[in-house]
């Protein structure tokens, strides 16, 4: 997202369009600057790719991709799957297929994807993800990467009777317990110990999901605290609007901490097992990082980070009331 907010701010005529996974379009669409989505489905077809039903769609894609004739073709994944996908896309006389020269640390960087490009661009091993990708545009159309990064994100406003049941209509805060890797979570006992301190603020804690075991993790810390909720299965947009519309929200390394960050909520994100510095939101004040590789955060760390976020005027406005611990 903020590479497209660079180039459309150093090329306001530019048209974008995006090739992405079918899942993630309602995400992408989230952003005005792009023009066209186009959908692919690699996850799904791989499971029938000998189907008549997949070929057709495989067809369809490969004529989306030919709609248009690109000046330039941008992969910044650095894998080989999407720099096949790239290699497939139509360019104009003189275009350019630019991607990753090299790994950057901990990436899952597919040298093999060098022989798709008509030029590569090497940026330095220890780059976070998002600049890595803003890196990529700016060197390849001559301008420099300035300012903080820009997700330009809105999800458009809705009335009531469009809003998902499960949303409260009191303030809440949201922690986002689960990941995939048990290295990364956070102790149990550390989640309830912070949810007694937002009962003390008033704040309902919502727990979301995404698979059966985190949803006994979910059931097993709502036991445990007095004003926990947990969420139903929430599909992927609808998990967007819990975190977009939240007064607070804590989450380990995932994804959907990432986006609360994005859209500058007031959000703390833990680091248990994983390098900070790789995806850290650092493009708002109203982000406030904790822990590291093999250094998991402290309850104390969390609750002053709470404290920080607390005197804000945007933690005010969307939690509703005034801070009452110091």
Known sequence: MPMVSDIRRHYPDANIDWVVEEGYTGLVRMNPEVRRIIPIALRRWRKSLLSAATRAEIAHFRRQLKLDAYDIVFDTQGLLKTSVVMWMVRLAPGGHRIGLANATEGSGYEPLSRLFHTKSVKVGLHTHAVLRARQVAAQALGYSVDGAADFNMDIPESDSATLPAWLPEVPYAVFFHGTARAEKQWPAADWIQIAGLLAERGLLVL?????????????????????????????????????????????????????????????????????????????????????????????????????????TADWRKAAGVEPTRE
Request: proline content about 7%.
């Open 207 to 311: 727990l979301p999901w995404g698979s059966d075991a985190e949803k006994r993790h979910a059931e097993h810390l709502s036991g445990h605290m007095s004003n926990a909720r947990v969420l139903p299965r929430l599909p992927l947009m609808e998990a967007v609007v819990l975190a977009q519309r939240a007064a607070l929200v804590i989450g380990v390394d995932t994804g959907l901490t990432h986006i609360a960050a994005a859209f500058k909520r007031p959000t703390i994100e833990l680091y248990c097992d994983s390098p900070r510095w790789k995806t850290e939101g650092n493009w708002s004040p109203q982000i406030i990082n904790l822990g590291d590789t093999g250094t998991a955060p402290t309850v104390e760390q969390v609750a002053e980070a709470i404290n920080t976020l607390a005197k």
